[in-house]
């Protein structure tokens, strides 16, 4: 069993900046595939970013340019770094891990982009 917990997000401004951390009970270097999706009220939950085997990133067209995956070792942490945010990202983010063929949810954590 893997845990996976969120934390970062928070009231921001338009126009600014957040960074999403997903904490992982066990080491990252053993996931397949982590990624960042998001779920707006009264829409379904839609893939963000994904990096899988180290080397591949896909981004959702929306936050092209704007969004960064990443990751922290030695704090077996996924990262979401959130630049020039709008009021459209305003969602729930959850981080998903896949690990031996299972996957795994966080419970996600509110960002509200608002002025």
């Known amino acids: 069993q893997v845990q996976l917990v969120e934390s970062g997000g928070g009231l921001v401004q338009p126009g600014g900046s957040l960074r999403l951390s997903c904490a992982a009970s066990?080491?990252?270097?053993?996931?397949?595939?982590m990624s960042w999706y998001r779920q707006a009220p009264g829409k379904e939950r839609e893939l963000v970013a994904v990096r899988a085997a180290d080397t591949i990133i896909r981004y959702a067209d929306s936050v092209k340019g704007r969004f960064t995956i990443g990751s922290d070792n030695e704090k077996n942490s996924l990262i979401l770094q959130m630049n020039t945010l709008k009021p459209e990202d305003t969602a729930v983010y959850y981080c998903?891990?896949?690990?031996?063929?299972?996957?795994?949810w966080g419970q996600g954590t509110q960002v509200t982009v608002s002025s």
């Open positions: 066990i080491s990252i270097s053993t996931m397949s595939s």
């Open positions: 998903k891990m896949r690990h031996r063929g299972f996957q795994y």
